[in-house]
């Protein structure tokens, strides 16, 4: 039997090689002589550096940069020298993961360590980049990656303002004088993980709001901030970026891509799949594996199990998602998956379903290789 196996990462549990190799112990216990056709994915957040670079060769670059709280840290992104190429994700800079739970505030939190990559990316000679946007502490329009790069944030006194998406509710006017003019001169695609826009019950602040610290009042502050924010945008480059899907991602920081350089906004998990050449391996399969740490309704808006599903059903090869949790199974079961099984076998704290992900993983999977193995025998 032919498998592919096509996890993205399971978030804080294990990373998308780990889930590849736990699934393929699993399907291993069961099925020894398996052909397992490993192709670890990312939708555009944490892992998309690490499996483009596996895809298409390159180096990881080193950079000191700040983090969302502005505190010095080193980060890291790609480089294909070749192709002048560079692959960043968002999250090595500004991601959720680098700031701990009780420190995190997206009223203050800064993607300013976003543009540092950036630049020194330009720097070292890039002309294209890939722009992972997935996992940010951030809720600031992208307004500190911009002041990275030499763009300045002003209120109606002309005084700058200070980073966060809080303070964007004062913001007058943005200066481009400064902005660094290779900017114009490159090509960026933007690997996006979700298509929502920047404002309003479905935009950044209140969809992804509340998973970065933000509580009610924080929410409708910073919804209202990034709504200064886009009139203030539509002013200064003359193009409305409010609605614009993709423009909520990453807090917002799509609408700067889309309002202030030359981009192409596309499905992360799509960017991925054709770099891994995922439809050619599909030739031939009889089965699809992927999954992350959760599966629901928001993996209908390009998360990389949906990605794969649609692949998949283009050859007919049927998929399976595992998750350490399962929601809205019944909306899921209409869009190409063929089971959705939980990972977690018994009731336990956060911090040991984490931890237990590996080994939860591969007993599921072998689990679900029994029940095809009872399948493949009333076959015959």
């Known amino acids: ?44 957040g944490e892992g998309t550096t690490a499996t483009l670079l596996g895809a298409l060769g390159g180096t990881d670059v080193a950079v000191r940069v700040h983090d969302g709280l502005g505190r010095p840290i080193v980060a890291r992104y790609g480089y294909v020298a070749a192709e002048r190429l560079a692959i ?69 006194s002309g ?20 902005f660094d003019l290779r900017v114009g001169a490159a090509a960026f695609q933007i690997a996006g993980d979700v298509t929502n826009p920047l404002l309003g019950p479905d935009g950044a602040s209140v969809v992804f709001g509340p998973q970065k610290g933000a509580d009610g009042h924080a929410v409708r ?50 960017v991925v799949m054709a770099a891994a050449r995922l ?10 594996f992927t999954g992350e740490g959760s599966v629901d309704s928001q993996t209908l808006r390009g998360k990389t199990p949906f990605g794969v599903a649609q692949a998949a059903g283009r050859h007919g090869v049927p998929v399976i998602a595992f998750a350490g949790r399962v929601s809205d199974a019944g909306v899921l079961h209409g869009h190409g998956f063929a089971a959705l099984v939980p990972i977690v076998q018994a009731v336990s704290d956060l911090p040991t379903a984490l931890a237990e992900g590996p ?22």
């Open 1 to 44: 039997m032919r498998f592919i196996l096509a996890p993205d990462s399971f978030k804080e549990s294990m990373t998308a090689p780990e889930a590849v190799a736990a699934m393929e112990r699993g399907i291993r216990a069961v099925f020894p002589d398996a052909d397992c056709i490993r192709a670890p994915m990312a939708d555009g």
């Open 88 to 156: 960043i994700e968002v999250a090595a800079a500004a991601g959720l993961d680098l700031i701990a739970a009780d420190e995190r505030d997206p009223l203050i939190a800064s993607t300013y360590g976003v543009g540092e990559m950036i630049s020194d990316a330009l720097d070292h000679g890039a002309v294209r980049f890939v722009v992972g946007l997935g996992g940010s502490a951030t809720n600031d329009g992208g307004a500190g990656m911009l002041h990275a790069l030499g763009a300045q944030f002003l209120d109606a």
């Open 159 to 178: 005084v700058p303002l200070p980073p966060g998406g809080g303070a964007l509710a004062r913001l007058h006017r943005i200066d481009l004088a400064g």
């Open 221 to 270: 502050e910073l919804d209202a901030a990034l709504g200064t924010y886009a009139g203030v945008v539509t002013a200064t480059v003359g193009r409305d970026v409010a609605t614009l899907a993709g423009a909520g991602a990453a807090g917002g920081l799509g609408a700067a891509f889309l309002a202030f350089f030359d981009v192409e906004m596309r499905s992360g998990v799509d």
């Open 279 to 288: 439809d050619e391996k599909l030739a031939g399969a009889d089965y699809v």
């Open 359 to 380: 080994v939860n993983l591969e007993r599921a999977v072998a689990t679900t290789c029994r029940l095809l193995a009872l399948h493949e025998q009333r076959r015959m």
